[in-house]
């Protein structure tokens, strides 16, 4: 199954994209054995309209164009359950021996996510109550995807 990430917003040149880059190219190489290919991070301007409705409404609009047919949404979102990292990784692999093809996970922007992006998310998830930096939320998501595939692979980097 493939693994995109869609982020609204750009990651600038620093120790957290350094950190965020280092777990995505972990995950890159340790995917693949557990079925899970990582397909790269779009990134999408943070939109420019008047409210926060209309915004969320701009960003969720330019998120649909990556979901093909078949493909699995995963929304990172307040809302969204705070699942264990066992958890975290089973969903994956549900979705990759369920047939998936494909997965987006989106981080939202400042506003968060559109209702229309809410009702059709086959999950979301919450990395807990504060609210993160997105610098850090994508650090998060690297390592937590580095961390299903060694979950998924019986890898001794995730320990109990």
């Known amino acids: 199954m493939k693994i995109s990430v869609h982020a609204v917003g750009r990651m600038k040149a620093g120790p957290e994209k350094q950190l965020?880059?280092?777990?995505?190219?972990?995950f890159a190489k340790s995917g693949p054995t557990v079925g899970l290919e990582f397909a790269g991070i779009a990134e999408?301007?943070?939109?420019?309209a008047q409210t926060a409705t209309e915004r969320r409404r701009e960003e969720g609009q330019k998120l649909q164009t990556y979901l093909q047919p078949?493909?699995?949404l995963l929304l990172l979102d307040e809302r969204g359950r705070n699942l264990s990292s066992e958890d975290f990784a089973g969903r994956i692999g549900l979705l990759r021996d369920g047939g998936r093809k494909a997965l987006v996970i989106a981080i939202g922007g400042a506003d968060g996510h559109d209702q229309s992006l809410r009702d059709q998310a086959?999950?979301?998830v919450s990395?807990?109550?504060?609210?993160?930096?997105?610098?850090?939320?994508?650090?998060?998501l690297g390592?937590?995807?580095?961390?299903?595939?060694t979950i998924l692979s019986g890898h001794p980097y995730h320990r109990s």
């Open 143 to 149: 390592e937590q995807l580095y961390r299903a595939a």
């Open 122 to 124: 086959d999950l979301m």
């Open 70 to 72: 078949g493909t699995a």
């Open 44 to 48: 999408i301007a943070e939109g420019r």
């Open 127 to 140: 990395f807990g109550a504060p609210t993160w930096p997105h610098q850090l939320v994508r650090v998060m």
């Open 20 to 26: 965020a880059d280092r777990y995505f190219e972990r």
